[in-house]
């Protein structure tokens, strides 16, 4: 059981290229995340999904896009890569929509664009 | 809309010392609480969560944290810090009607010899 597991753990972009974060989850959960970390600041939403085919916005949508084909995969789609999306990625699942259940995270991927 | 507050951006202290990371959230009706930790190039662990009943909740590696209702708090504690406690610790609260946490800006906590 590997738990949420992220590709690529670290990359370079340049501006205007175009990229994917894969995020993959062996724990049959319904409810999966991305957040972004931004240096002396705490997670932020940025996608959604209560299950395959159902993805909704969150705090800071813009320029990413996600797609959820599967219940294990929720991959984070960057077009346009921006200076401004220099970040630590993290992917997250949990089981329902029971609020007492926890969010489990991924190791994170640090993504750098210049 | 929820928010949390993590006052302290860094805090130091001694190897054997006990420990307190101060949170403050802004929500209208009972919040579900977390404290998440990661260690450097890490992702979150959990540490603890309240959802309701005892205030005084126990979570691994030695932590605890208490509610107050009163005063909008859910302080976390440690009686006695190892080295390897040196992390970021992040304060988060749930909204009732969905699964979206809202995270505090953390708090480093820096050991000293």
């Known amino acids: 059981n590997a738990g949420v597991t992220q590709t690529p753990k670290f990359r370079i972009l340049k501006i205007g290229q175009s990229m994917t974060l894969q995020c993959t989850q062996d724990?049959?959960?319904?409810?999966m995340y991305w957040y972004r970390q931004d240096p002396g600041m705490g997670l932020k939403l940025i996608y959604y999904s209560v299950g395959a085919g159902i993805t909704d916005k969150g705090e800071v949508p813009n320029g990413y896009n996600v797609s959820r084909s599967t219940t294990e995969d929720f991959p984070l789609r960057l077009e346009l890569a921006a200076p401004s999306q220099t970040s630590v990625y993290f992917c997250?699942?949990?089981?329902?929509?029971?609020?007492?259940?926890?969010?489990?995270f991924g190791p994170g991927t640090r993504l750098t664009v210049l | 809309a929820q928010s949390v507050t993590q006052p302290d951006i860094h805090i130091t202290v001694s190897e054997g010392a006990s420990l307190e990371l101060r949170c403050n959230y802004s929500?209208?009706?009972?919040?579900?609480l977390f404290w998440y930790v990661q260690s450097p190039g890490q992702g979150l662990q959990l540490l603890l969560k309240y959802f309701s009943g005892d205030t005084l909740v126990q979570g691994i590696k030695g932590f605890e944290a208490e509610f107050k209702r009163s005063q909008s708090s859910f302080n976390l504690r440690k009686p006695s810090v190892h080295w390897s406690d040196a992390a970021e610790y992040f304060c988060?609260?749930?909204?009732?009607?969905?699964?979206?946490?809202?995270f505090g800006t953390g708090t480093r906590l820096l050991v000293s010899p």
């Open positions: 988060a609260v749930m909204n009732t009607g969905f699964q979206k946490l809202v």
């Open positions: 929500y209208g009706a009972t919040p579900y």
């Open positions: 997250a699942s949990s089981p329902t929509s029971g609020s007492e259940n926890e969010q489990f």
């Open positions: 724990m049959n959960h319904n409810y």
